[in-house]
């Protein structure tokens, strides 16, 4: 199976003879592609909806897949502790909902996990917020533009780290090991924060104004702190 680069760089960080339970799976792309290359042990691929899961089956038939398991299951509800899942997948959800799926399952599930990959669609410096303050350090990221599109996939194992203000915005990863893709962006960002304080510069200084000026002035800061 061929996978889109977001979902290729996904399962690159998936470790040989991992056990995986991919959330959110929808056609289980992800496990398919980890399983005809002798990546996994297992894959458990589950999601909240039946019609998602139907179609994974019906690929999982057509490649003749047999360690690929489709489970029905609300976030990390319906897996249990002798799965022995060490490797959790949550991608191309908000960051909100991934945040909710972990609160939700602090349980033996998660305590023996030891790989955890999510790609959140939004909200990125609370995910990474998030995944500090329940035990998992990042040890790497990947930035990448797929359709016009920027994705972010945050990996984690069990430590303890606390970043500053601008790494939690930017991913510390990604300032000190930046990519092409991510210094575009990150420029990008500067430049536009610059130029409309500039423009703030020309309007009748109101209250209102003020205020757009002062939290433009804080993100361009904040973007100033990574030195890119």
Not at 78 to 89: A, G, P, R, V
Not at 116 to 144: C, D, M, T
Not at 152 to 179: F, L, Q, R, S
Request: hydrophobic share 35%.
């Amino acid at each position: 199976m061929k996978l889109s680069n977001r979902l290729e760089q996904i399962a690159s960080f998936v470790q040989q003879g991992s056990i995986v339970a991919d959330i959110g799976t929808d056609h289980a792309y992800i496990p398919i592609f980890l399983s005809q290359h002798n990546i996994v042990k297992k894959c458990i691929a589950c999601d909240i909806n039946k019609g998602p899961l139907e179609n994974a089956i019906k690929h999982i038939k057509k490649y003749k897949i047999d360690n690929v398991e489709t489970r029905i299951s609300n976030g990390l509800k319906n897996l249990c502790n002798e799965d022995n899942i060490d490797t959790l997948i949550i991608a191309g959800m908000g960051g909100y909902s991934i945040i909710e799926i972990l609160t939700n399952d602090i349980n033996e599930i998660l305590e023996n996990v030891t790989t955890l990959i999510v790609q959140p669609q939004n909200n990125k410096p609370e995910v990474r917020k998030f995944l500090h303050s329940i035990g998992f350090k990042i040890y790497a990221e990947q930035f990448l533009k797929e359709d016009n599109k920027i994705y972010t996939i945050i990996v984690c194992e069990k430590g303890h780290e606390v970043y500053k203000d601008y790494e939690y915005i930017y991913g510390k990863y990604m300032i000190e090991n930046p990519n092409k893709t991510f210094l575009d962006w990150i420029h990008y960002e500067g430049v536009q924060h610059k130029e409309t304080l500039e423009y703030i510069k020309g309007l009748e200084q109101s209250y209102s104004i003020l205020q757009w000026k002062e939290e433009v002035e804080r993100k361009y800061n904040v973007y100033k702190e990574t030195g890119l």
